[in-house]
């Protein structure tokens, strides 16, 4: 991610930002940030899961969204994660159909240049969600799968995942992901 400037802009001007951009944007604190292209690992690895979620959550009262929808947090960021699960209805920022408040799990796919920010500083505002109950991150660069899950309001669960044949299971809502798929053709 790059930062457009060191101009102050308030949320209806990343609005109208992202309306006249072709690229996508993160807002936080006053700033905004170009978000940067992705890999061609990157894209199956973020299509595998989502193809593995869409068809566990067919019969569930959940939905699985790609990178387009916009998720924002109570402490003020509004990002793109790679893929989201909300359960029951989506709750929509006012006067927008494309960003969502209460996911129940977020998955980052990690880039060289994105890994710190998502381990640290995205996932500290990602806590803020009260809905939130999984954060997954997975790496493109190895077979390497971090799956955080809420224990009590301030706590998170963390379990790693480094072998194909492993698999990562889900709580709530009810998933599987197995490692084979996730980096089918992609790692």
Same mark, same amino acid.
């Given at each position: 991610?790059?930062?457009?400037?060191?101009?102050?802009?308030?949320?209806?001007?990343?609005?109208?930002? *992202?309306?006249?951009?072709? +690229?996508?944007? /993160?807002?936080?604190?006053?700033?905004?940030? @170009?978000?940067? $292209? &992705?890999?061609?690992?990157?894209? *199956?690895?973020?299509?595998? +899961?989502?193809? /593995?979620?869409?068809?566990?959550?067919?019969? @569930?009262?959940? $939905? &699985?969204?790609?990178?387009?929808?916009?998720?924002?947090?109570?402490?003020?960021?509004?990002?793109?994660?790679?893929?989201?699960?909300?359960?029951?209805? &989506?709750?929509?920022?006012?006067?927008?159909?494309?960003?969502?408040?209460?996911?129940?799990?977020?998955?980052?796919?990690?880039?060289?240049?994105?890994?710190?920010?998502?381990?640290?500083?995205?996932?500290?505002?990602?806590?803020?969600?009260?809905?939130?109950?999984?954060?997954?991150?997975?790496?493109?660069?190895?077979?390497?799968?971090?799956?955080?899950?809420?224990?009590?309001?301030?706590?998170?669960?963390?379990?790693?995942?480094?072998?194909?044949?492993?698999?990562?299971?889900?709580?709530?809502?009810?998933?599987?992901?197995?490692?084979?798929?996730?980096?089918?053709?992609?790692?």
């Amino acid at each position: 991610m790059s930062r457009d400037s060191q101009r102050h802009y308030t949320v209806d001007d990343y609005f109208m930002v *992202e309306e006249m951009s072709e +690229v996508k944007h /993160e807002y936080f604190n006053g700033e905004i940030f @170009a978000m940067a $292209g &992705a890999s061609l690992a990157h894209n *199956e690895i973020t299509a595998n +899961v989502l193809s /593995e979620f869409r068809l566990q959550l067919r019969d @569930a009262n959940c $939905g &699985a969204y790609g990178s387009d929808l916009r998720i924002q947090t109570p402490s003020g960021l509004y990002t793109y994660p790679d893929v989201s699960v909300i359960c029951g209805e &989506a709750q929509l920022v006012p006067d927008r159909s494309d960003t969502a408040t209460n996911p129940v799990i977020l998955v980052e796919v990690l880039s060289e240049a994105t890994e710190e920010y998502d381990r640290g500083d995205k996932f500290d505002l990602y806590k803020s969600i009260p809905a939130l109950k999984h954060y997954i991150l997975i790496s493109q660069a190895e077979i390497l799968v971090d799956h955080f899950e809420r224990s009590e309001p301030d706590e998170w669960r963390l379990s790693s995942f480094r072998d194909r044949n492993d698999v990562v299971r889900i709580s709530d809502p009810r998933l599987t992901l197995r490692l084979l798929e996730i980096f089918r053709r992609a790692v």
